[in-house]
């Protein structure tokens, strides 16, 4: 017999699945990517795909096409006609709310999924996960009787004590406070290195992809956009699922003016308006729709106008309003187009900031993201516009 | 005579809501949770004794267990006598129009119960029958409950179609209903009244000790090893 041809743990998804609904809109999810052990985060706005991408791989729906597979074992695949029932996959699913069977006790729920094993071993296996979830106190208690964080760890450990090959976690933790969720987390982790699966896991908020991420697939329209460490995803953030994972508060639509090679940088107009904004030079396809991210926390206010800079970006503007949130001021500034900032109460005293105010705003031509839309995974580098 | 009316109707009572026990538990499933585009037809048909006169079921239910058609003479040949005017036939009409009153409170509480519950069971690895046996029927229970109780009060106090298909054979086919009407057309008050009397104090009490308890049941009672 040949060797198998990858891990035996590997998760390899390859799904094509159109949803079309009745209200005229279309869905299409093609997805391609193969993850080993550990946590693969999920990344992308709602309705990017993400649900119906776990949906796939736990069976609860069929992909028009493709093939999903652990380690050797195809779970389904379209060409050979293999689709195994959701029950007999193998993959532990957790959604949103925990599901846990109202009318049994922790206990009841956790040993549910146990029921091919002999007694003994079933008590056995189901008091070790109690233990390792830290839930053994509650274990006699049903679910209406226990707190949103116990609750959420019983359905992990009902879904775990069964060693499942996958685990699918669909932003199982939003609901909780993070003082708790990084705890589950932990644990979570701790059984992982134990029991070497992956572990695909489903958020839209950007704390969770740095505090778990090794790898992450950013979806965008049922498309891959990115895939990486979190770290390399985020450095050159070309589409805008992962600009709002980098955290850019402010995305706009921009046409390319002209490129200056020799300055390092290139033109881009701001979409209905006259700003002309400097940007690091870079490739861009200019066939398709180009537009630029800037962390509100890059842009400065100046006032009066500001001499003997390096940024290449000083634009006159009036500022709308002004918000605070604990420690950080959230202004809104007219210049053509409406950019939020983020300064410091501080800063805002010393400029005597408030609704109207003239200000100057500056921005270093490096903090001017530019970012296309990708549907492959890089994205298109055609070439230099000199 | 009162008291050979009133065993016949809660022996009726007794089986027709047993009957409707082991039919209107599928029957309430599949209507809970069929996709098929037919099964408004289908609710449809079940409902329709709600709405029609029980003298038209019991005119259908004659001629379908009659002589005249194959069913009557398929029974007639096999027992030797037709099932018009007897007990068992009165069974099947009463059946028949109980039906909506068992089905649909099952089929609503199935209905109600959050399918993610259906989805963890099967991929903890349940097979649809352990789904519904550790799930939907526990969780479902008030439903097949109330059903149960609506169908045996229905069966109780029906007359249109017992008069239809029964006739008013003491011990055979006179329940209660029958008996009241007869002895009012006999213009003997007194009896009558006590006769109705009995009934209405019967279906109170029933009715009361088995809401009592349905509050009473909390999911322990029901639970399912």
Same mark, same amino acid.
């Given at each position: 017999m040949s060797a198998p041809p990858c891990p035996p743990t590997e998760l390899t998804v390859r799904v094509r699945k159109s949803l079309s609904h009745n209200a005229g809109f279309s869905f299409a999810l093609d997805a391609a990517f193969s993850v080993n052990a550990g946590f693969t985060i999920l990344f992308g706005a709602s309705g990017s795909g993400k649900t119906t991408l776990l949906d796939c791989v736990s069976g609860l729906q069929t992909p028009d096409t493709g093939r999903i597979a652990v380690g050797a074992n195809a779970l389904f695949d379209s060409a050979s006609a293999v689709n195994v029932a959701p029950n007999r996959r193998s993959v532990g699913y957790l959604m949103q709310s925990p599901a846990l069977f109202p009318h049994m006790t922790v206990r009841q729920n956790v040993q549910y999924g146990l029921a091919e094993l002999d007694t003994r071993e079933r008590e056995q296996r189901c008091e070790q996960i109690l233990r390792q979830f830290r839930i053994s106190a509650v274990?006699?208690?049903?679910?209406?009787?226990?707190s949103g964080g116990e609750r959420q760890r019983a359905a992990l450990a009902r879904a775990l004590v069964r060693r499942p090959r996958v685990l699918l976690l /669909?932003?199982?933790?939003?609901?909780? /406070?993070s003082a708790v969720r990084s705890q589950i987390l932990l644990d979570l982790r701790a059984w992982n290195s134990g029991r070497p699966i992956p572990i695909l896991y489903v958020t839209h908020q950007r704390e969770e992809v740095f505090a778990l991420g090794e790898n992450v697939i950013a979806l965008e329209a049922g498309h891959i956009v990115a895939q990486g460490s979190p770290h390399d995803v985020l450095q050159r953030p070309q589409s805008e699922t992962v600009a709002q994972l980098a955290g850019f508060e402010n995305i706009f639509d921009c046409e390319f003016v002209a490129a200056h090679p020799e300055q390092g940088t290139m033109s881009c107009r701001l979409a209905a308006s006259k700003l002309l904004l400097e940007a690091p030079l870079s490739r861009i396809d200019r066939a398709r729709p180009l537009r630029v991210g800037i962390r509100a926390g890059d842009i400065l206010l100046a006032s009066p106008a500001p001499h003997g800079l390096s940024a290449q970006n000083v634009f006159p503007g009036t500022v709308l309003s002004l918000e605070e949130r604990d420690v950080l001021v959230i202004a809104k500034v007219e210049c053509g187009v409406e950019l939020e900032v983020h300064l410091t109460p501080a800063a805002r005293n010393s400029l005597h900031l408030q609704a109207g105010t003239k200000v100057w705003l500056v921005i270093k031509a490096y903090s001017c993201h530019l970012l296309q839309d990708g549907r492959k995974r890089t994205v298109a580098l055609a070439q230099f516009h000199v | 005579m009162i008291l050979q009316a009133l065993t016949l109707t809660l022996r009726l009572a007794v089986v027709v809501s047993c009957i409707l026990l082991v039919i209107g538990i599928p029957l309430a499933c599949w209507l809970a949770y069929s996709r098929q585009r037919w099964k408004f037809f289908v609710e449809a048909l079940v409902s329709l004794p709600v709405v029609l006169p029980p003298t038209v079921l019991g005119f259908y239910v004659l001629v379908a267990i009659g002589p005249l058609s194959p069913v009557g003479r398929w029974y007639q040949r096999l027992s030797g006598h037709s099932l018009a005017f007897t007990f068992q036939g009165l069974v099947i009409g009463s059946v028949l129009y109980s039906l909506p009153f068992a089905v649909q409170p099952m089929a609503t509480s199935f209905a109600a119960i959050d399918r993610k519950l259906l989805d963890a069971s099967a991929l903890l690895g349940a097979s649809r029958w352990r789904t519904f046996r550790r799930i939907i029927l526990p969780l479902g229970m008030p439903g097949v409950l109330s059903g149960f109780v609506l169908s045996f009060a229905h069966t109780v106090g029906e007359f249109g179609v017992v008069l239809m298909i029964?006739?008013?054979?003491?011990?055979?086919?006179?329940?209660i209903s029958i008996l009241i009407f007869d002895q009012v057309e006999a213009l003997d008050y007194a009896a009558a009244n006590r006769t109705a009397l009995l009934l209405l104090a019967f279906c109170f009490a029933l009715l009361a000790a088995l809401y009592g308890l349905r509050h009473r049941v909390s999911w322990n009672v029901w639970e399912w090893k």
């Open positions: 274990a006699s208690r049903r679910p209406g009787e226990i /669909d932003e199982p933790l939003t609901a909780l /406070d | 029964g006739g008013n054979i003491p011990g055979a086919t006179r329940t």
